[in-house]
């Protein structure tokens, strides 16, 4: 098990971008896939990115070209770059941590942070 920490969300506008950050502790992080979801008012969470501890990534459709997944792991901190950000973008963004898996689901994560606010206005 892994803890984290998001931070970096914010109020922003349309085709403004944002940079959410995930703070990790624990044994081993770097050897974690980590991965971002969001989870919009009304909605299921939903898959973003994932990032394998090589630093490969995989995008949801619907943010491809236009997020970035990265991680730091001397600093054990993985990064989301959100740019064109959109109305539709507007959740509670969330850093995930798994052992060792390539799904998009989120019963496939262990470790969860506490959100951090996305809202982006039209």
């Known amino acids: 098990q892994v803890q984290l920490v998001e931070s970096g969300g914010g109020l922003v506008q349309a085709g403004g971008s944002l940079r959410l950050s995930c703070a990790a502790s624990?044994?081993?992080?770097?050897?974690?896939?980590m991965a971002w979801f969001r989870q919009a008012p009304g909605k299921e969470r939903e898959f973003v990115a994932r990032i394998w501890s090589g630093g490969g990534t995989y995008y949801a459709d619907s943010v491809k070209g236009r997020f970035t997944a990265s991680r730091d792991n001397i600093k054990s901190t993985v990064y989301l770059q959100m740019n064109s950000l959109k109305p539709e973008d507007t959740a509670v963004y969330y850093c995930?941590?798994?052992?060792?898996?390539?799904?998009?689901?989120?019963?496939?994560?262990?470790?969860w942070g506490q959100g951090t606010q996305v809202t982006v206005s039209s």
């Open positions: 995930a941590a798994g052992r060792y898996t390539s799904s998009s689901r989120s019963g496939d994560f262990g470790s």
């Open positions: 624990g044994r081993a992080v770097s050897t974690y896939t």
